[in-house]
């Protein structure tokens, strides 16, 4: 018996090592093959990082870390305390999960995962929050996908609003999965570190998390640049397209005007979302297959809340402006991050003045 079990980890193991090497083959011949493509999508990733994700990401990943550096998020877990018990986590959850709806895609499994190791949450709360707290914000949905790509802020609001209400429920629903009995391991002590201390490691760590979307961002474009090359049915072309990177997704959606389709590739986030959280799925120890199913289940919501939104709602304007452009062009940081950015800096100041008046 233990011999078959042998055999059979070293097959799976010889299979995935022979995918691996294909892929690699692949990638390797693809870039061989057409340099100038790969260039070109290389180069419109690093445009749409610089335009778009780094003014609007960059602050709110700076944020997320100086809450739970600092422990100011114990300040909101005074106040929205309550509202945790939908989800059955603890209070300590509230400023991530609030800012998963704000802050954009990773940025909730980010602060999620600076709570456990700072021993705020267990692991079975750390796996439950990375089911429903990867979201877009309303920078990039009512700012990029409603404003830029559909020219109707309108489809902006409808389309965040369903994706809203979509990761409640899909967070009400993870809070019936059975709790794990085995214990999990966290620091027993947790020093509170000075605000401008925590200022400066929170920049830091927003620094590589950023610089870790980014690379996830600039290959997927590359990937994508060579599917949209290749003599493909566009039908399939488009689904590689929509399942892969989310801007690009939702700026396909714009030729069908179905606006719960666009719900549905917002909900599901994109592979390239998929890998950005990918280290903090394997960090809490959550199967891919179990992450994977509920960006489908909240997609589904999602696209389901939206067109009953639609049916519900009249209105005597167009969903869908007069589109002539594919793709969003760059944006300025949003007003929320820049007060954000400047309370911090404030408190910093403060902080560094107060330590050098002790001195």
Known sequence: MIGVIVIKEKLNFNLKLYSAAAVSILIFSILIAKPAICMLGVKHG???????????????CVLSAFLVESDIISLFS??????????????KCCAAVLLSFTGGYPVGAVTANSLYEQGDITRDEYKRMLLFCVNAGPAFVIGTVGSAIFKSTRAGIILFSSLTVS?????????FIKKEEAKVSRKQEKSLNS???????????????TLNICAWIVFFSCILEFIESLELSKAFKDFLICASEVTRGCAVSTEYKNLPLTAFILGFAGLSVHMQVFKYINLSGLK??????????????????SFVI???VPSTQEVFGSITSPLPKTFSVSFLSAVCMLIMGLS??????RN???C
């Open 356 to 358: 050098l008046r002790k």
């Open 288 to 305: 891919y297959i179990h992450f994977f199913c509920s960006r489908i289940i909240n997609a589904g919501f999602a696209s389901i809340i």
């Open 46 to 60: 690093l445009s749409i990082c610089a335009g778009q994700i780094i003014p609007a990401l960059f602050p709110f």
């Open 78 to 91: 005074k106040y929205l305390s309550p509202f945790m018990k939908l989800f059955n986590l603890p209070k």
């Open 167 to 175: 990761a409640i429920i899909t967070g009400i629903l993870s809070g």
């Open 348 to 353: 910093f100041i403060l902080e560094l003045d």
């Open 195 to 209: 605000l401008n201390e925590a200022f400066v490691k929170s920049v830091s760590s927003a620094t590589n998390t």
């Open 310 to 312: 639609l049916k519900l």
